[in-house]
T-cell receptor, first 109, second 114 residues
Framework: TQLLEQSPQFLSIQEGENLTVYCNSS?????LQWYRQEPGEGPVLLVT?????EVKKLKRLTFQFGDARKDSSLHITAAQTGDTGLYLC?????????FGTGTRLTIIP | KAGVTQTPRYLIKTRGQQVTLSCSPI?????VSWYQQTPGQGLQFLFE???????NKGNFPGRFSGRQFSNSRSEMNVSTLELGDSALYLC?????????????FGPGTRLTVL
């Protein structure tokens, strides 16, 4: 079973700062997804990365997939209070996802 | 298009009871997956149904079961509830075969076992 480790587990920063969270695996990802979950809601898909070395941008969010497809990072520029939430990486196939341990991000106004 | 809906949103039960949770997928989605989310274990896969058949199953005891109806709606059942079953139960729907593994999650059912 593939294990996905995310770091840091908790992160609290001031609005306007930049941050990076990480997702690492002991084995190669077939593809990797990043989700954000807000309190009282289910996870919402942010992006899917498939190719090693791939970089995708979603407004102030930049997602990078490692060349060896065993790690990924999410960088947020100029964080806003609306970025607060639980960030989860996930990988899998056939509608069976394995989720990472999550990074709980709090943006302080 | 309406999203994934789950009912009820909140549920309180006592040990030994059983519970049934319901999930209505996005229209046109034929696969429904169930996940359990707890602070200690995170999000864990329970099982997945497609065309009324269970295709995948996670590592949970037999007390956890599910089914899917012909209209793709799904239910999961937990029998003989234990305190450790307190969790947020999420269902997700998708269109299998698209190759993107994109799942759309509902808001979850918060189960508390006393």
């Amino acid at each position: 079973t593939q294990l996905l480790e995310q770091s840091p587990q908790f992160l609290s920063i001031q609005e306007g700062e930049n941050l990076t969270v990480y997702c690492n695996s002991s084995s190669v990802f077939s593809s990797l997804q990043w989700y954000r979950q807000e309190p009282g809601e289910g996870p919402v898909l942010l992006v899917t990365v498939v190719t090693g070395g791939e970089v995708k941008k979603l407004k102030r969010l930049t997602f990078q997939f490692g060349d060896a497809r065993k790690d990924s990072s999410l960088h947020i520029t100029a964080a806003q209070t609306g970025d607060t939430g639980l960030y989860l990486c996930a990988s899998g196939s056939d509608e069976k996802l394995t989720f990472g341990t999550g990074t709980r991000l709090t943006i302080i106004p | 298009k309406a999203g994934v809906t789950q009912t009820p949103r909140y549920l309180i039960k006592t040990r030994g009871q059983q519970v049934t949770l319901s999930c209505s997928p996005i229209s046109g989605h034929r696969s429904v997956s169930w996940y359990q989310q707890t602070p200690g274990q995170g999000l864990q896969f329970l099982f997945e149904y497609f065309s009324e058949t269970q295709r995948n199953k996670g590592n949970f005891p037999g007390r956890f079961s599910g089914r899917q109806f012909s209209n793709s709606r799904s239910e999961m059942n937990v029998s003989t509830l234990e305190l450790g079953d307190s969790a947020l139960y999420l269902c997700a729907s998708s269109v299998p075969g698209t190759g993107t593994d994109t799942q759309y999650f509902g808001p979850g059912t918060r189960l508390t076992v006393l």
